[in-house]
């Protein structure tokens, strides 16, 4: 027992000096051009696919202390994403995104909007560790993942956009035209029905081909659960934690600084994740907590996912 509790307190270590030292900096609230919150899989063994839907808002153009003018724009970011998983063997994971992006923009004086093929990314993972043990009669199961992922210039990018809203952040596109990369870690300890899950993703951009660099972003969450099992046939488990998201401000031709990007959220997370033999579905709401956008130009509501998913 000694040594399952001692091998427990590395891990949790590991992980949270991970997520501690790669805080340093994801776009603006995870709106527009990519957002990497996972939150708990869905159950599988070899693989699995499903569609997930994601819904966010977005205020900008705001004044001291978040006044509104005419300026203000209201923006609404949706998409329905083809995600999926696949494990070679017991170390190694793959999982595939493939998002389609629809915006929407309105304020007093106009409205647009932009649907179409947003970046895919693709993400591995290498098992470190996998394991079980036992707490006085209790069982311990935990694991941890480390990898690294690739996002690709799929979606289309408007340098024009850029051009016509100097004053405010830069999302509104489909893609980001670079391709970036990701440093990733999961971590899932579970104490027979009770568990706790965490990841983390650090995203490295580049600079595209019009000279403009999104900021490097870091995004992470805690989520606690508790699996009820229903006639041996499903299985229900409510979760709830936080997720935090931070970036440096995006910068252009290699040197100015966009004041209208950068800053931090933490947002409240309540979900709950369900699994009948092979299929998989769940929903979480994502509340905002507190926030420092833009330097008080943007401000980001609430948000919403739901997926559902097979493994096979």
């Known amino acids: 027992m000694k040594t399952t509790i001692k091998r427990t307190g ?3 270590a590991v992980c949270l000096f991970f997520i501690i030292t790669s805080a340093t900096a994801c776009d603006i609230c995870g709106c527009g051009v ?73 304020s007093n004086e106009n409205a647009g909007h932009k649907n179409g093929l947003g970046d895919i990314a693709l993400m591995g993972y290498y098992n470190l560790f996998s394991g079980t043990g036992t707490i006085g009669s209790k069982l311990l199961v935990q694991s941890l993942w480390f990898g690294a992922g690739v996002k690709l210039p799929t979606g289309a990018y408007s340098p024009a956009e850029r051009n016509q809203s100097q004053q405010s952040p830069n999302n509104f596109q489909l893609g980001t035209a670079s391709t970036d990369f990701t440093l990733n870690a999961a971590y899932d300890i579970r104490l027979m029905d009770l568990g706790i899950n965490v990841n983390a993703n650090y995203k490295i951009n580049t600079e595209n081909k019009y000279g403009y660099r999104y900021g490097n972003k870091f995004t992470t969450n805690a989520l606690a659960y508790y699996k009820f099992r229903v006639a041996k046939v499903l299985t229900i488990a409510p979760n709830a934690g936080v997720l935090y998201e931070t970036s440096v401000k995006d910068t252009e031709d290699q040197k100015f600084s966009v004041d209208a990007s950068g800053g931090h959220v933490l947002s409240l997370v309540g979900g709950i994740e369900a699994n009948i033999k092979r299929v998989s579905f769940g929903a979480n709401y994502q509340e905002i907590a507190t926030q420092d956008l833009a330097n008080g130009s943007v401000r980001a509501g609430n948000r919403l996912m739901a997926h559902v998913s097979v493994a096979f």
């Open 34 to 106: 990519g957002s990497y919150y996972l939150g708990i899989l869905p159950e599988f063994n070899k693989r699995f696919v499903g569609l997930r839907y994601q819904h966010k808002t977005l205020r900008a153009h705001l004044g001291p202390n978040g006044t509104t003018s005419y300026l203000t724009t209201d923006e609404t970011y949706q998409s329905a994403e083809v995600w999926g998983g696949y494990n070679f063997g017991k170390k190694v994971r793959v999982l595939a995104f493939v998002p389609y992006n629809f915006n929407e923009r309105r």
């Open 10 to 12: 590395i891990l949790t």
